[in-house]
């Protein structure tokens, strides 16, 4: 069964690098069906994409978001990361990894499993 | 940027039909996926390319997307129904969110 586990710091000060590990178990990353993607959600607010990676490397990213965030994919370990810079108290949020599936019968990509989130706070 | 409304809340009455609306510009050209989020977790998938249901979700869970509005129908609502609901979409190659919609069931 899939899994997918958040794994870093719960408290990154401001101006500093948030940085996260998403480990996938029972599946892998190299799966040419899925790209993986990372979610956040300020409380009491809906999700809001950041981005998504393929095995091979390649990215897109939310535009409004492109300038601070690198996602980067380590196949060996299975695992794909999030780097967020120079944060703010906005930034806090509980991010999910996610993956994200294409059907073979074409359509819109869909995130299908979720891992459980992990609370990252901003504040110094 | 595009945007994506729902209404923050909406209530039904046990085994009554419910229906969440999202609505977009011209959102009836893309597909649209619905997530729902119980307090504590992570999001599950109920609905992904307009009307599909992943497996293990009940037939109760329907969609449809035409126009500028998606819906969200659970026919025979539970009381387990009961949750955050999120419309997603994708808009030259960014995903965007709903605001989300507060089911309750009374």
């Known amino acids: 069964q899939l899994q997918l586990q958040e794994s870093g710091p719960g408290l990154v000060k401001p101006s500093e690098t948030l940085s996260l590990t998403c480990t996938v178990s029972g599946d892998s990353i190299s799966s040419r069906t899925y790209y993986w993607g990372w979610i956040r959600q300020p409380p009491g607010r809906g999700p809001e994409w950041i981005g998504s990676?393929?095995?091979?490397?390649?990215?897109y990213y939310n535009p409004s978001l492109k300038s601070q965030v690198t996602i980067s994919v380590d196949t060996s370990k299975n695992q794909f990361s999030l780097k967020l810079s120079s944060v703010t108290a906005a930034d806090t949020a509980v991010y999910f990894c996610?993956?994200?599936?294409?059907?073979?019968?074409?359509?819109?990509?869909?995130?299908?499993?979720w891992g459980q989130g992990t609370l990252v706070t901003v504040s110094s | 940027s595009y945007e994506l409304t729902q209404p923050p809340s909406v209530s039904v009455s046990p085994g009554q039909t419910a229906s969440i609306t999202c609505s977009g510009d011209k959102l009836g050209d893309k597909y649209a996926s619905w997530y729902q989020q119980k307090p504590g977790l992570s999001p599950v998938l109920v609905i992904y390319?307009?009307?599909k249901r992943p497996s293990g979700i009940p037939e109760r869970f329907s969609g449809s997307n035409s126009g500028n509005t998606a819906t969200l129908t659970i026919s025979g609502t539970q009381a387990m129904d009961e949750s955050d609901y999120y419309c997603?979409?994708?808009?030259?190659?960014?995903?965007?969110f709903g605001g989300g919609t507060k089911l309750t069931v009374l």
């Open positions: 390319q307009d009307t």
């Open positions: 990676i393929y095995y091979s490397g390649s990215t």
């Open positions: 997603q979409a994708w808009d030259t190659s960014t995903a965007v």
């Open positions: 996610a993956r994200l599936w294409y059907s073979a019968a074409g359509g819109a990509p869909t995130f299908d499993y």
